[in-house]
């Protein structure tokens, strides 16, 4: 897929309405805990700021009930982090003129924007008209624009509004992708087409449910297919391992029962652990001990153990191609954080070596980001579910009304 670019088009002079993911995790005092996704969205705004247009920003954050301003969801403080990051980039700062991302004082904001200037709505999320897609919702968006911009690959695969209501409605005037979008398209979907080999996909996570689809995508692609988190022991379980009080879904044995066929009648390698970090319970205060093979009742796995960690570092070392969606252990809580920070860093060796290196959005993304590893490899996504449906094979309704380069 070739997408028309931000870059290519004449802005100066041009609302740019610009769907950006500014759905970051805030601090309890109301400020921005973690600005990597605002810092991956900077590229695209500053073009549009130096080439004179006039920037209207439009986002979500968290998941408002729908029925209108809900303070502890506004946007404010993001428009300050904003504003900080662009420093002399925007010298106006970044206006903020409404609590409401389509009433009057919105509009008027956007008509008024001098070339150079840039705005933020409020949560799109405040008005029902987002999740929904409605078209009213969406004319009102739409009018604020000369042109369309996606640079919100995180939200790209959701039919909402400002995903494809917005620039449907503004056609025939130019839909174009910012360049965090067409980043994560190429590393994403484009170079995995033909990957260097050894091709190797990392999985974890809590759940198998979450990555059938890009299980089955994966199987007869990769070489090898490393899993772990607590997604392993359901399929460990399937293969008749004793896994103590480990999360598994039952309802999901008999789709992971057929993940592990189309392993076996494929040529990739699929790799379980073979040792587990254990607990009592989730928790800092529990009791920790390393079991090889099986887990016995009353211990749950909740990281993959040392012998694991080896064998998944020697293959992220020597791959060309890694992807790596999940993490492999509950690496929030210490100390079940080992495995996946080691793996993060083989991960940047490979990296180093010529290999590229590839991290689905989320739990792995900050993952990585504690392992001090992000800057290392080849591309760290910032959408979780965007990606994943990539990782399918699947197509994004978010890219499906730009225009083809």
């Not at 070339?115 to 919702?137: I, K, P, Y």
């Not at 690959?153 to 839909?175: D, I, L, Q, T």
């Not at 699929?270 to 001990?289: I, K, M, T, W």
């Not at 083989?346 to 792995?364: L, P, W």
């Amino acid at each position: 897929m070739s997408l028309k670019m931000i870059d290519q088009m004449d802005v100066k002079g041009q609302r740019v309405l610009m769907r950006v993911d500014f759905n970051v995790p805030m601090a309890p005092d109301g400020t921005v805990a973690d600005d990597f996704r605002i810092k991956a969205a900077l590229p695209s705004i500053k073009s549009v700021l130096a080439a004179g247009g006039r920037l209207v920003l439009m986002s979500h954050l968290g998941r408002p009930a729908g029925n209108g301003h809900e303070p502890h969801l506004c946007l404010a403080p993001i428009a300050r982090t904003l504003s900080g990051l662009l420093g002399s980039d925007a010298p106006g700062g970044v206006l903020f003129p409404s609590d409401d991302c389509v009433d009057a004082a919105a509009i008027a904001a956007a008509d008024g924007l001098g070339d150079g200037q840039v705005m933020l709505l409020e949560n799109l999320r405040f008005h029902a008209g987002e999740t929904s897609g409605d078209a009213d919702f969406a004319n009102k968006l739409a009018a604020m624009g000369d042109i369309y911009c996606n640079n919100a690959f995180g939200a790209s695969h959701r039919p909402h509004a400002s995903m494809y209501a917005v620039p449907m409605a503004m056609k025939p005037k130019p839909c174009v992708a910012g360049e965090l979008v067409a980043e994560e398209v190429t590393f994403l979907r484009e170079a995995l087409k033909e990957p260097a080999r050894p091709f190797v996909a990392i999985t974890g996570g809590a759940k198998v449910s979450d990555k059938i689809g890009a299980l089955k995508n994966l199987i007869g692609k990769v070489d090898t297919l490393l899993v772990g988190g607590a997604m392993a022991y359901t399929l460990l379980k399937v293969r008749g391992k004793n896994v103590g009080s480990s999360l598994v879904e039952n309802d999901k044995l008999t789709e992971a029962e057929e993940i592990i066929h189309l392993v076996d009648s494929s040529a990739t390698d699929l790799v379980l652990p073979v040792d587990h970090v254990c607990g009592r319970e989730l928790s800092h205060e529990s009791p920790v001990r390393v079991f090889d093979g099986e887990i016995p009742d009353g211990w749950m796995g909740l990281d993959i153990g040392p012998m694991t960690t080896a064998r998944y570092t020697d293959v992220v070392r020597h791959a060309k191609v890694v992807v790596w969606n999940g993490p492999l252990g509950a690496f929030e809580t210490r100390p079940f954080d080992v495995g996946s920070r080691q793996v993060a860093v083989a991960m940047a060796a490979c990296t180093s070596n010529g290999g590229v290196t590839v991290v689905g959005g989320g739990d792995t993304a900050s993952a990585v980001e504690l392992a001090g590893v992000t800057d290392r490899l080849s591309h760290v996504s910032t959408g979780g579910g965007a990606s994943l449906k990539l990782l399918e094979g699947e197509d994004l309704i978010g890219l499906q009304p730009l225009d083809q380069g």
